[in-house]
């Protein structure tokens, strides 16, 4: 992807700060014409965080060190930290208006614009929050005024979405490349975020066009979302897979609002039906069983680009029962937020028509009688 590169070019300039400045702003401008807003925010953070850094060597009343940011910038911390500089000024680094307290607000600024953009009013609050500190520490009051008439505003919006649950966040989807043609990420995995509005057809034509395209068009395939034997693979084509995951939290807390599960995630899931005899999909739930596969990536989402590496994996294996008993808790679930205020009276209908009287996944009915027959 070309925001990976991008990033990547700017890492590799560490040692020169302007420039690693410059390719943050190429990045920004990528992300702002492709209507990332959630990326612009990440990515104008991370500069801020640069500018932060040489503020305060030069004791310029800027209060924030680089932990002040995790809590709106979740991947600052692999940030590294600017080097040393003996002379700055004589070896021509940082250069510019960039560099200055102008340009640190100017960024904190931009980065709550991209924030409402991206209807991420919570983290509006913690940018605010920076520029309020800094307004403080100088005395300018007028300014910190502004910042809490906006302030009210924001808060407003907030609490309106909450309420009519209009937001909507992000889909993810796990992308796996398989056989030696693709070189050093051959056998990798990336979770890939994509707009709310992205289905995984979606995806899955934009990197089919994308790759034929490159390799052409007998060269590439698709695979189903099975385990691989790479050895039975054709070595002289490029193989993929594609699957729809969701964020995963070990330990839930049911206080945590929507925001809260959708922000810094680092884990996801996704399962894959099978059966004993080699088939996906049984009609009889004694003999369905379901893969389920947890992956960690390198960085957490939202970040500086929209794709992240998968560094770990772990599988489990639930039993029919296990699969019935999973079933009719994601649908208790799925019952009692319908029951939360405000109740929307036509959703909660088809949630509990489609519980009780389900026609494509066994209902409650049939899982009785499968499990529990001999008992009842």
Request: glycine share 4%; aromatic share 10%; net charge neutral.
């Amino acid at each position: 992807m070309t925001s990976d590169l991008y990033y990547e070019v700017c890492r590799s300039y560490h040692d020169s700060p302007d420039l690693q400045y410059v390719w943050l702003k190429n990045l920004t401008e990528l992300h702002k014409k492709n209507q990332n807003w959630q990326e612009v925010a990440q990515t104008t953070l991370v500069a801020a965080n640069l500018v932060a850094q040489r503020l305060k060597t030069m004791e310029m009343g800027i209060p924030q060190s680089k932990d002040r940011f995790i809590s709106v910038c979740p991947n600052i911390m692999q940030e590294k930290d600017l080097p040393n500089f003996d002379n700055p000024e004589e070896e021509g680094i940082f250069q510019g208006k960039a560099f200055t307290l102008e340009g640190y607000l100017t960024l904190l600024q931009d980065t709550i614009y991209a924030l409402k953009r991206a209807q991420m009013y919570e983290l509006c609050i913690e940018v605010y929050n920076l520029l309020i500190e800094v307004y403080q520490a100088r005395r300018e009051y007028n300014k910190m005024g502004r910042c809490f008439l906006d302030l009210k505003h924001v808060c407003s919006l907030l609490v309106a979405v909450v309420k009519d649950k209009s937001r909507l966040f992000g889909n993810y989807y796990r992308v796996g490349f398989f056989g030696p043609k693709w070189g050093e990420i051959k056998g990798k995995s990336f979770i890939y975020k994509e707009s709310p509005t992205t289905r995984i057809g979606d995806i899955r034509s934009r990197l089919q066009e994308q790759y034929e395209n490159k390799f052409g068009k007998d060269k590439v395939e698709l695979l189903p979302n099975q385990e691989v034997d790479e050895s039975k693979l054709d070595a002289n084509k490029y193989f993929y897979q594609i699957a729809s995951v969701t964020e995963y939290c070990i330990s839930v807390d049911e206080n945590d609002s929507l925001f809260e599960r959708q922000f810094g995630i680092d884990t996801f899931i996704f399962e894959t039906p099978f059966t004993k005899s080699g088939k996906a999909q049984s009609n009889d739930m004694s003999e369905q069983y379901r893969r389920r596969t947890i992956l960690k990536t390198k960085q957490k989402f939202p970040g500086v680009t929209k794709r992240s590496l998968v560094i770990d994996r772990k599988t489990i294996e639930l039993t029919p029962i296990e699969v019935a008993i999973d079933l009719l808790q994601n649908r208790n679930k799925v019952a009692k937020q319908e029951c939360e205020e405000p109740i929307n009276l036509k959703t909660l209908q088809q949630v509990l028509q489609g519980s009780v009287l389900a026609q494509v996944n066994a209902g409650p009915l049939e899982i009785a009688n499968v499990f529990l027959k001999k008992k009842l």
